[in-house]
């Protein structure tokens, strides 16, 4: 094929990844965004499959039944609950595939005597190096998320100094590797740069980790660059380059939402608790607890009700419920409107992508900064399965885990009724002062259950 061709079709490609970028930003069009990304892929492939001619196709064919059998496998399997871990996993594999392509393209070379340009050295060290790291951060992330091992951060004495150490030795073996073209300190620079993979992850727990699996997914992107330049394909570059910089734009909406700054993501030691409230303090006597008739009482009278889903309604999958709560509610005449955090659930988008396949109209979903200056004129805010996202102590202590990150202030509104099974605390640890508020009702129990008890008491009254 024609290399100018190909360069047209690989073109096209990046046209297409880009406008499914775009379609995927809105959740009306995302399905044809995702469908313009697909068929980029696809021509990619084709592309790149009809450009070489010493590709072996059996292997191709076996490698695409073996990775596709472990991929339905995973995306049937997966609870909902478990993607960020899935997803962490996802990247590590791409950061690793990266980091072995750009090795077998050197070895190739090596084997046809053909000269590596500095161009081609300095992007196989750098996919080297950041594809260890991301392979080995993302399944510590993993590992983490799963709780195959203790999420807390863990800290050490010096470890900034430990971690340049690695940095800089997995850059000198690459200076190594550049003169003598030795593949041999290529696999050294990837194993440096894997115990920094490992270091750079372990000082992050907590509330955090998602900041730190976005990040990851950027270093994927990355390390797919630098392996585009390393094979001198041009669609690789140009996709590695997206998917870096979109990880690098949600590393930074997701920074903004939990209040962190950039650098104490890349330097790590957050999400680390540092004094936790007392709970028979916060609880102690001030709980309330209603029945799903007492609620529905008050919801018979209310004019305008706001919704906000957490971690919760993923695990007990309360979508439909709620949506059928929507409906009746309604049907009664009282605006009802969703309130979304950033961070709600345990992945970007966990609830929009949960109420989405509820039907659940999109305008409906109003995000926090919207949301927020409602709340006052909110006759009740029913809290499905949240409690970190509207936890007031990211207001008032400056000591929590979750200090300065901003919250749905459903406290606000003129009652709040929260529907959880206890009193047990969400991701962060933390009791949560809103349960013991003096406008806010506990409606204990499963989520789908209580909410299925509301429809049918509203049903009866
Ligand atoms: P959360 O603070 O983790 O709280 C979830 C609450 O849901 C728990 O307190 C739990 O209380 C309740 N719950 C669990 N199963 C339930 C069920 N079947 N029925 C009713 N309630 C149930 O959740 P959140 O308010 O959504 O906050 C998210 C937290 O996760 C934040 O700290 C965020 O930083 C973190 N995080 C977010 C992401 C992301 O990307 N969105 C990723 C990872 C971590 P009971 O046990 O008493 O029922």
Redesign the pocket.
Request: proline share 10%; aromatic share 4%.
């Given at each position: 094929m024609p290399q100018a061709l190909v360069n047209i079709a690989y073109l096209i490609s990046a046209l297409l990844f880009i406008f499914a970028f775009k379609g995927l930003s809105h959740p009306r069009t995302a399905i044809r965004g995702n469908l313009l990304g697909a068929l980029g892929m696809l021509i990619a492939i084709v592309v790149t499959l009809m450009d070489k001619s010493i590709i072996s196709y059996e292997l191709i064919i076996l490698g695409f039944v073996i990775g596709g059998v472990i991929g339905v496998v995973f995306a049937l399997k997966v609870r909902m609950t478990a993607m960020?871990q899935m997803v962490a996993l996802f990247n590590g594999f791409g950061g690793g595939a990266s980091a072995l392509v750009a090795a077998l393209a050197f070895i190739e070379a090596m084997a046809l005597n053909k000269i590596m340009g500095v161009q081609e050295t300095v992007a196989t060290v750098a996919s080297g190096i950041i594809g260890a790291v991301t392979f080995w951060g993302s399944l510590v992330a993993f590992a983490k998320l799963e709780g195959l091992i203790e999420e807390r951060p863990i800290r050490y004495k010096g470890e900034q100094i430990v971690k340049i150490l690695f940095a800089l030795a997995s850059i000198i073996l690459g200076v190594y590797f550049g003169i003598k073209k030795d593949i041999s300190y290529y696999w050294f620079l990837t194993a440096t740069a894997s115990v920094l993979g490992v270091l750079l992850t372990i000082p992050i727990g907590g509330?955090?980790?998602?900041v730190v699996i976005s990040l990851l997914n950027s270093y994927s992107g990355l390390a797919a660059c630098a392996t585009g330049f390393v094979l001198n394909n041009n669609v690789l570059i140009i996709s590695g380059s997206l998917v870096g910089a979109s990880g690098i734009i949600l590393t930074n909406i997701?920074c903004k939402a939990?209040n962190r700054s950039f650098t104490n993501v890349l330097f790590g030691g957050f999400g680390e608790i540092v004094a936790e409230a007392d709970e028979d303090k916060v609880y102690g006597g001030k709980v309330k607890s209603a029945s799903p008739v007492e609620v529905a009482m008050l919801l018979e009278n209310a004019r305008r009700v706001v919704i906000v889903p957490?971690?919760?309604m993923a695990?007990?999958q309360?979508q439909f419920a709620i949506r059928d709560l929507m409906k009746i509610l309604e049907s009664k005449g009282i605006e009802v409107e969703f309130a979304i955090?950033p961070?709600?659930?345990?992945?970007?988008g966990?609830m929009n992508v949960l109420l989405a396949e509820a039907n659940i109209p999109y305008e409906k979903l109003k995000e926090m900064d919207e949301i927020n200056p409602t709340f006052e004129q909110t006759d009740v805010s029913i809290v499905?399965?949240?409690?970190?996202?509207?936890n007031p102590l990211a207001r008032t202590d400056s000591n929590s885990p979750?200090a300065g990150m901003p919250i749905l202030d459903v406290d606000k509104s003129k009652t709040v009724v929260v529907?959880?099974?206890?009193?047990?605390?969400?991701?962060?640890g933390i009791p949560n002062p809103l349960f013991a508020a003096d406008n806010t009702l506990m409606l204990f129990g499963?989520?789908?259950k209580m909410v299925q008890e509301l429809i049918n008491a509203l049903k009866e009254s």
């Open positions: 960020p509330a955090d980790m998602p997701m939990m957490g971690y919760g695990v007990s309360a955090h961070v709600a659930g345990r992945m970007p966990h499905i399965g949240a409690n970190d996202v509207v979750i529907i959880k099974r206890s009193l047990a605390p969400g991701f962060a499963d989520a789908k």
